[in-house]
């Protein structure tokens, strides 16, 4: 499939994830609740999407309610980039 991006329009209670491929196809979209259990979901559905290939996430939110989502990536080696919602604006 090649490298994947998957973006994350975090909030208090829950997310909005929409993963795409390098040409740009929408592969995954969906809303989860801000909880551990379906972030992990989402996370291991992300990753088996990438079959070993390039996967980077990046997120609106640095610190609130991204927190969990941030140290869950994080404990699953992820690469997560922050997009300041400034620099979304503008695009």
Do not use: F
């Not at 909005?16 to 592969?27: A, K, Q, Y």
């Not at 989502?69 to 992820?78: P, R």
């Amino acid at each position: 499939m090649g490298a994947l991006w998957a973006g994350i329009d975090a909030g208090k209670r829950a997310h909005h994830c929409v993963v795409m491929d390098s040409d740009g196809t929408v592969v995954l979209s969906r809303r989860v609740d801000n909880d551990e259990s379906q972030l992990l979901d989402l996370i291991g559905e992300v990753i088996t999407l990438t079959d070993g290939d390039p996967l980077v996430w990046a997120t609106d939110l640095n610190a609130g309610g991204a927190s969990l989502l941030i140290g869950l990536l994080e404990a699953h080696a992820q690469q997560l980039l922050y997009v300041s919602p400034r620099v979304q604006w503008r695009l």
